[in-house]
């Protein structure tokens, strides 16, 4: 067990770093176009307030959202086991935690795992709001992998009030730039949590817009998805509710609409390409989420 202090807008934060073995590497993905999903580390630096994954790590780390990592230190040797008995499929890494925090910069295991699966066959995912990844850009270039950045603001100092340690937004575009310059073909960004009133602007989604034509990368569109810890901590309350309104339903629309006007693919997170049928179904969650009573502190839309 170690730790490290890290800033959080102009407070120290100390992060506790606790090392753990695990039996498995791999768990089945419940996400669009996964069979896999593989997470060399639970809990994350980035200490995004937004952020779902906390619903899916045990109540010590997510009550210390931002605070407190699992370093899965075995997971490479699991890994190179649990393959040679497994169908080849895609493997997302980082679905829950971000495989590219800041403890990856020394501990290596996305990369020695990413580098295992392309050996073995499998197809590899990337999620990261890290220009770290692009430490490992010799392995992304492999055709099996895809690789996306999530640039949820276009404005550092907006950033850091709901990203407060991760890479900042200019930092990842011209990451996403070097990528495609470095020979990364399967490049892609995820615009999320689309935010009410915080991240909807016309000058953030059409910067977006402008680098995905610029980058030839298939932009994702993920409207925040409200859950209960929103409520329970005072987070995003309003903007969550504001998600049920027509109005930013008609918001999403017209994002897809000029999409299609400039020629960029646009898909919406988390749904791939049945984007009315998922939009639909996000509403109608919402419709039936708020007020409802006995749910889990993570309950809600999905």
């Not at 753990?20 to 307030?49: F, K, M, Q, T, W």
């Not at 370093?71 to 890494?93: C, S, Y």
């Not at 709001?129 to 992998?145: C, F, M, Q, T």
Request: with cysteine; glycine share 8%.
């Amino acid at each position: 067990m170690n730790s490290a202090t890290k800033p959080f807008c102009g407070v120290t934060v100390l992060v506790k770093y606790v090392r753990i073995r695990v039996r498995r590497a791999l768990s089945r993905s419940g996400l669009p176009d996964l069979d896999y999903a593989l997470n060399p580390y639970l809990g994350c630096e980035h200490g995004c307030v937004y952020c779902y994954a906390r619903c899916y790590v045990g109540k010590s780390i997510a009550d210390r959202w931002g605070e407190v990592v699992l370093i899965k230190e075995n997971i490479a040797e699991v890994l190179r086991r649990e393959l040679l008995a497994m169908k080849p499929g895609v493997v997302g890494v980082g679905t829950i935690s971000d495989a590219y925090q800041p403890v990856e910069e020394r501990e290596f295991l996305a990369r020695r795992c990413i580098e295992t699966l392309v050996k073995h066959g499998y197809r590899v995912s990337v999620q990261t709001k890290s220009d770290l990844v692009l430490r490992d850009v010799d392995l992304l270039k492999h055709v099996r992998v895809d690789v996306g950045l999530t640039v949820t603001f276009i404005d550092d100092s907006m950033a850091r009030r709901f990203e407060p340690r991760a890479s900042p937004p200019s930092r990842r575009i011209e990451a996403l730039r070097a990528l495609r310059r470095k020979g990364v073909e399967n490049l892609w960004i995820f615009y999320g949590p689309v935010i009410p009133g915080i991240n909807d602007d016309d000058e953030t989604f059409s910067e977006l817009l402008r680098l995905a034509k610029e980058l030839r990368a298939v932009l994702y569109i993920d409207p925040l998805h409200p859950k209960r810890f929103m409520f329970e901590k005072g987070v995003l309350v309003k903007e969550a509710k504001a998600v049920r309104t027509q109005s930013f339903l008609k918001r999403i629309e017209y994002m897809f609409k000029k999409c299609r006007e400039v020629g960029v693919v646009c898909k919406q997170g988390f749904v791939g390409d049945a984007y009315e049928e998922g939009v639909a179904k996000h509403i109608r969650n919402l419709n039936s989420y708020a007020g409802s009573g006995g749910a889990s502190a993570c309950s809600g839309s999905s």
